[in-house]
């Protein structure tokens, strides 16, 4: 079965630092692989994805992604870190070649829990 | 439009109580899910309809019956909850671009449940 891990539960940053957020997931093939940000009490809003093609993936807010098929890693980072990007973060893996019936069907990790030190 | 509207906001019910979570999107989406969300957990797919119909059931109890009365609309029909069924309950919506399209999905801001 399809598995996704957060290591870190909760990262504390300063403000202008850098950020890498960790995301392993274990499947059978290369899923498609999608990074969201969860504001407190707020529903999800996607970062970036990755299909296929250049390993390296921009995404909104500053956001980019690597995804590293020898690892099975889609880490996340951000070269400096603003105040408002404290939030709850979710790795998420899709099937490959999508849904019979239609849709999608993504499996979330944990969460890590991003605190910015002013 | 590029937003998925979810209402009510908040909810209080008792166990006895049957009330409905109302979910709209006018992007044209075909597909559309609930999703359930304990605190500090990751969301947890509950249904998905494709075209109005449903096409995934996450084995989820009876006392949740999801509806598709239009490609707009989506509703969470709720009856004889539990306390532990307390969460934050999302909406979202994708294109259905395909039968392999493995798409992003746009979430809305969820529905807060309590159950007393």
């Known amino acids: 079965a399809q598995s996704v891990t957060q290591p870190d539960i909760h990262i504390t940053v300063s403000e202008g630092a850098s950020l890498e957020l960790r995301c392993n997931y274990s499947?059978?093939?290369?899923?498609?692989l999608f990074w969201y940000v969860q504001s407190p009490g707020q529903g999800l809003q996607l970062l970036l994805k990755?299909?296929?093609?250049?390993?390296l993936v921009q995404g909104i807010k500053g956001f980019e992604a690597e995804f590293k098929r020898s690892q099975s890693s889609f880490n996340l980072r951000k070269p400096s870190v603003h105040w408002s990007d404290a939030a709850e973060y979710f790795c998420?893996?899709?099937?490959?070649?999508?849904?019979?019936?239609?849709?999608?069907?993504?499996?979330f990790g944990t969460g890590t829990q991003l605190k910015v030190e002013l | 439009d590029t937003e998925v509207t979810q209402t009510p906001k908040h909810l209080v019910m008792g166990m006895t109580n049957k009330k409905s979570l109302k979910c709209e999107q006018h992007?044209?989406?075909?597909?559309m899910y609930w999703y359930k969300q304990k605190a500090k957990k990751p969301p947890e797919l509950m249904f998905v309809?494709?075209?109005?119909?449903?096409?995934i059931n996450e084995s989820v109890p009876s006392r949740f019956s999801p509806e598709c009365p239009n490609s707009s609309l989506l509703n969470l029909h709720l009856h004889a909850l539990q306390p532990e069924d307390s969460a934050l309950y999302l909406c979202?919506?994708?294109?259905?671009?395909?039968?392999?399209?493995?798409?992003?999905?746009?979430f809305g801001s969820g529905t807060q449940l309590s159950v007393l």
């Open positions: 979202a919506s994708s294109p259905r671009q395909g039968a392999t399209a493995n798409e992003k999905l746009f």
């Open positions: 499947y059978g093939a290369t899923p498609y």
């Open positions: 990755y299909f296929s093609g250049d390993t």
């Open positions: 998420a893996v899709g099937p490959p070649g999508g849904v019979a019936g239609g849709g999608n069907k993504l499996t």
């Open positions: 992007m044209g989406h075909r597909a």
């Open positions: 309809y494709s075209y109005e119909k449903l096409s």
